[in-house]
């Protein structure tokens, strides 16, 4: 689903293209093979990423990371997951199609999300993810730099995040 961007008030919203959305499940002590199958060292700090190559992974709790790959490599990185389970035991579950990514840029970026996040997302680095709220929706919400933030909301909350998006890009408009 690709969407027009909206933009007003130096803030952008635009639902970005599809990718490879992976959800591991891992004891940290294999961390080695899992980061072997999915060629970038996977972080180990709860909020954390890494991004190399096309590829992002995110810590999300102890024993769970979120990955992203480039869509047609959606198929390879199961493949290289399912090589790796003799070795390091997992659980690898592809949730491509749950999920939809939507982008806030601009300098007003981080003062736009405070309509619905609870978050004192001046705290949050770039390069990090965090799970949390979107009004009542459950987000995982990636700081790609100061001024860039990516929502993952589940397809089913999808239009209640989308039209929240959309009150808080008119009450900007209107200067509130």
Do not use: Y
Not at 147 to 154: C, G, N, P, Q, S
């Amino acid at each position: 689903m690709n969407a027009p961007v909206k933009s007003f008030a130096n803030v952008s919203i635009a639902v970005l293209p599809p990718v490879a959305r992976l959800n591991l499940r891992i004891a940290p002590a294999n961390l080695a093979a899992a980061s072997a199958a999915f060629g970038l060292p996977l972080p180990t700090k709860i909020g954390q990423g890494v991004v190399k190559n096309g590829h992002a992974a995110w810590c999300l709790g102890p024993d769970e990371w979120l990955l992203h790959a480039p869509e047609a490599e959606q198929a390879a990185s199961v493949a290289d997951f399912a090589k790796a389970r003799t070795k390091a035991p997992h659980s690898l579950t592809v949730i491509s199609d749950r999920e939809f990514t939507i982008a806030i840029t601009g300098p007003r970026a981080q003062e736009f999300l405070t309509v619905a996040c609870p978050l004192d997302l001046s705290r949050m680095a770039p390069g990090t993810a965090k799970r949390t709220l979107f009004d009542s929706a459950q987000v995982v919400l990636i700081r790609d730099a100061d001024d860039a933030f990516r929502i993952e909301v589940w397809r089913s909350f999808f239009p209640h995040v989308s039209e929240l998006l959309d009150i808080a890009l008119r009450e900007f408009a209107c200067g509130l």
